[in-house]
């Protein structure tokens, strides 16, 4: 999975065609931390259709800020450098996560 920081999140997100779903999570986490796994293994299954990234909130809280992560977890997808949906807090689960994917590949 693609690690993105402040430095690369635009060429890495924002200016790629296609579809991209972030993972924002934060170190102190739980949730974001039971979920990464599952991600992972979404990654494995649709990374051929699209692009996986995740974003330490903590090693860029600006971004963070700018993109409109208020809390986590937070799955975010984007579309050709637009967010287009998001899954938040308990609505990110693996299966809605999984659901969230079908949608934009």
């Not at 931390?33 to 860029?60: C, N």
């Not at 050709?80 to 308990?90: N, Q, S, T």
């Not at 996560?97 to 079908?102: A, D, M, R």
Request: contains cysteine.
């Amino acid at each position: 999975m693609l690690e993105l920081d402040k430095k690369n999140f635009n060429a890495e997100v924002k200016e790629v065609e296609g579809p991209v779903l972030v993972d924002f999570w934060g170190q102190s986490c739980e949730p974001c931390k039971a979920l990464m796994p599952h991600i992972h293994a979404l990654e494995e299954k649709y990374g051929d259709k699209i692009k996986f990234a995740s974003f330490d909130i903590g090693k860029g809280r600006r971004v963070a800020m700018a993109e409109g992560v208020a809390g986590l977890p937070a799955i975010y997808i984007y579309k050709d450098g637009v967010m287009v949906e998001d899954l938040r807090g308990d609505a990110a689960t693996a299966t809605s996560v999984e659901e969230l994917i079908k949608k934009y590949i």
